[in-house]
């Protein structure tokens, strides 16, 4: 296992943890030349420098904190051993948000809609594409109809082809840009518009009958 690295110095880090903050500076070319080389002190610093990142990328796609820490170490593992086939033709962070994704969606697709769902997803924790909005809990009869609604958006979300559930989580979960959205998926930027247009579509109609 590839432990977590620390976000803060311990008791008696000194002179050893500043040499190692000043390293996080390193270029990312440079850190993974060192890792490939074989130099595994260089793989730690870059889980330092992007474990933050990666920890929220796996929340905002699970919405389950419990999955985070776990789902992490895959994620870096993953990326760890093969380190050695990056080529360098994208950035590095790139490449390391496309193994978190596809990390987290084989996950739920792994588990049943109740072990996210049932009492960890609130609605209101869901983003919901432009044109779905939630019923307002004004009453309990209607806390249970938004905690429905979030149910079936995941199903929903779920059951999108792979191609476009990607790109919407992306998008509409950790809140990247169209450009972002193409580096992380190394896709062109119209094909991006075209998957998050049909997959906002797509939603939006299985949701109709739910929609307030």
């Known amino acids: 296992m590839i432990p977590m690295a620390r976000e803060d110095p311990g008791p008696g880090c000194g002179a050893d943890w500043l040499r190692k903050g000043c390293e ?4 990312d070319e440079d850190l993974v030349a060192r890792c490939q080389s074989g130099e595994r002190s260089a793989f730690e610093l870059l889980m330092r420098k992007y474990q933050r990142r990666i920890f929220h990328l796996v929340y905002r796609v699970t919405q389950d904190s419990d999955l985070v820490e776990p789902l992490s170490q895959e994620v870096f593992l993953k990326a760890y051993r093969a380190l050695s086939s990056f080529k360098g033709n994208s950035q590095f962070y790139t490449w390391l948000y496309r193994i978190a994704v596809n990390t987290c969606l084989s996950h739920l697709k792994r588990e049943s809609i ?5 009492g960890t ?3 209101d924790s869901v983003s ?10 004004d009453d309990p009869e209607q806390t249970v109809m938004r905690r429905e ?7 929903h979300l779920r059951k999108l082809p792979e191609e476009l559930k990607t790109t919407l989580v992306l998008r509409e979960f950790m809140g990247l840009n169209y450009e972002e959205i193409a ?7 119209g ?7 049909r997959a906002r579509a797509q939603l939006k109609t299985e949701m109709a009958p739910f929609l307030a």
Request: proline share 9%; net charge positive.
């Open 128 to 137: 919901f594409p432009p044109g779905i909005h939630a019923v307002q809990p």
């Open 183 to 189: 580096d992380v998926m190394q896709i062109p930027l």
């Open 114 to 118: 109740e072990n996210h769902a049932g």
């Open 121 to 123: 997803v609130e609605l």
């Open 191 to 197: 094909t991006v518009r075209s998957r998050i247009f």
């Open 149 to 155: 609604l979030g149910r079936r958006i995941l199903v």
């Open 24 to 27: 996080l500076a390193n270029s």
